[in-house]
């Protein structure tokens, strides 16, 4: 089976901490991206990366950035969080022959107070 | 206006009834279309996977597109209290550089 982890299912911050939302998946994939989950919203993409070390800005970067030093691991770090960043973050990843076929994490709800 | 619509419910129906979820979308470039199922407290799971145009069938779900009219839907027949979830439609062009748009989900309710 497919199994993407996220290092956390809750977590409260407060405003201007800095936070680490880490994702690993042991299914070799390629692929691998971060979302934000809002109700009516649908899912967001923030940032994805295709391979180690590259990274491509998805339709909501602001605020965020990426690591991607290990193929099975993908970091989202919010450098200074704000109210507005409480959400569900939700990590994929997808093998490179399809990348219509992700895989994703339980998410981690994050508040910040 | 979003480039996917997609009512987002929630949808009460009760068990054994045949269940018709949609999606409507505007960007004509669209060629794959998923859906995918999120259960409470849980990431999505794809459940449907369709190119192009016609319909799909696995087990007791049915997935349609037409893009002449550009819709598209998802069929659960027999519909069970297992299949309470929220169900995303996501769709994506040829040349989408591994993005996937989304609908906004809607909450299927399925009662005893």
């Known amino acids: 089976d497919v199994k993407v982890t996220q290092s956390s299912r809750y977590l409260v911050k407060r405003t201007g901490e800095k936070v680490f939302l880490e994702c690993v998946q042991d299914?070799?994939?390629?692929?691998m991206f971060w979302y934000r989950q809002d109700p009516g919203l649908g899912l967001r993409l923030i940032y994805f990366s295709y391979d180690v070390k590259m990274k491509e800005k998805g339709d909501i970067p602001e605020g965020y950035s990426v690591s991607r030093e290990k193929k099975e691991r993908f970091s989202l770090i919010l450098e200074s969080a704000s109210t507005n960043q409480t959400s569900m973050y939700l990590c994929?990843?997808?093998?490179?022959?399809?990348?219509?076929?992700?895989?994703f994490g339980p998410g981690t709800r994050l508040t910040v107070l | 206006q979003k480039e996917v619509e997609q009512d987002p419910g929630p949808l009460s129906v009760p068990e054994g009834a045949i269940v018709s979820l949609n999606c409507t979308y505007s960007?004509?470039?669209?060629?794959?279309f998923m859906w995918y199922r999120q259960y409470s407290r849980k990431g999505p799971e794809l459940l449907m996977y369709t190119y192009s145009s016609g319909n799909k069938e696995d087990g007791r779900f049915t997935a349609q597109v037409d893009k002449s009219s550009k819709y598209i839907s998802l069929f659960i027949r027999d519909s069970q209290p297992s299949d309470s979830a929220t169900y995303l439609c996501?769709?994506?062009?040829?040349?989408?550089?591994?993005?996937?748009?989304w609908g906004a989900g809607t909450k299927l309710i399925i009662k005893p």
């Open positions: 299914m070799d994939h390629e692929n």
């Open positions: 960007n004509s470039a669209f060629q794959y």
């Open positions: 996501a769709m994506s062009a040829l040349d989408s550089n591994y993005q996937l748009i």
């Open positions: 994929a990843s997808s093998p490179p022959s399809d990348d219509n076929e992700q895989f």
